[in-house]
């Protein structure tokens, strides 16, 4: 078997996830290749061979690749994945936007958002939002699988694989024009070891502030609940949840947020969970490692002082 890994990131620098993919692609075993598509992403190239496990890392160096764009990703990965057993990529933005375009042109099922491995071609996913686990196996030749990287451990960079150039370089199918991001110092909410979340409780988007304090005290990201978003209090890439973003950090402290299935589909595998909620009744307690019975605007701002 030999497995291809998507390796995600900017061009600089390999984000944490593919560490966790080849985590996965460990599981299923078999000799793992790791692909880097961009553009002047040498260095990327380089951290990715030290990852544990990894044979070989490919690299496509070219301005069709730069964005990372799905369209044109996924050709590039099809042209290739003839070659390999499973295509594997993290269940995020770009991997959920590239890998069912691989299926299709493959023409085999995609595999989404596994959480375990328990053969190489039977895979856990949760279903209804994290409610219920199915158990799937593949019969298909290729198997494409996007991967909950938060349900595995980062594997060590302890390798040293051999970096290869791959020389084809496919036709854009579309064009990368421009990007609006949201600059932010705190950590990224996908990488924190620690989320402070806010929810409807917080009342406004003025008294987050004492949320963001936390968050800077603790080098924290911060998260909301939908409620939060959607009254606008925080911008909607902050949601944490089922139509949100999926986390597992070490510490995940949940303010003013009630506990709402859909929320913690987002956060429930959290390592240690933190709740502080008036209600004693708020589900989000059934599910808290450390619950604190207050109101939030006593607690952070006391909170905020003793650190
Ligand atoms: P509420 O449920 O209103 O809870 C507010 C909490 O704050 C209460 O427990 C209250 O006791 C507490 N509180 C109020 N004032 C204070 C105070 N001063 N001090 C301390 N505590 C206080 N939700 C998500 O979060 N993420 C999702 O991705 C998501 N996806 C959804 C998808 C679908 C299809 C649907 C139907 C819903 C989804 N929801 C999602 C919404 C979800 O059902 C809940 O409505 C939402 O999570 C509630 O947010 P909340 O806990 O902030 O608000």
Known sequence: MTIL??????????????????SAATAIGGDIHVLVAGENCQAVAEQAKQLAGVTKVLVADASVYAAHLAENLSKLIAAIAVDYSHVLAAASSVGK???PRVSALADVAQISEIIEVVSADTFVRPIYAGNALATVQSLDDK????????????????????????SQVIEARTEFVSQTLTESERPELGNAGVI????RGMGSGENFAILEQLADKLGAAVGASR????????????????????VAPDLYIAVGISGAIQHLA??????????????????????????????????????????
Request: charged content about 20%.
């Open 143 to 166: 198997k494409v699988i996007t991967v909950r990287s938060s349900a595995f451990d980062a594997v060590e960079p302890t390798g040293n694989a051999e970096i290869e150039a791959l």
């Open 227 to 246: 409620a939060a978003v959607d009254a606008g209090f925080v911008p909607n890439d902050l949601q944490v949840g089922q139509t949100g973003k999926i």
């Open 5 to 22: 890994v998507l390796a995600e990131h900017d061009n600089q620098q390999l984000k944490s996830d593919t560490a966790k993919v080849v």
């Open 266 to 307: 987002g956060m429930k595998d959290s390592k240690v969970i933190v709740a502080i909620n008036k209600d004693p009744e708020a589900p989000i307690f059934q599910v808290a490692d450390y619950g604190l019975e207050a109101d939030l605007f006593d607690a952070i701002p006391a909170l905020n002082a003793q650190l």
């Open 97 to 99: 936007a590239t890998l």
């Open 196 to 199: 402070v979340s806010g929810g």
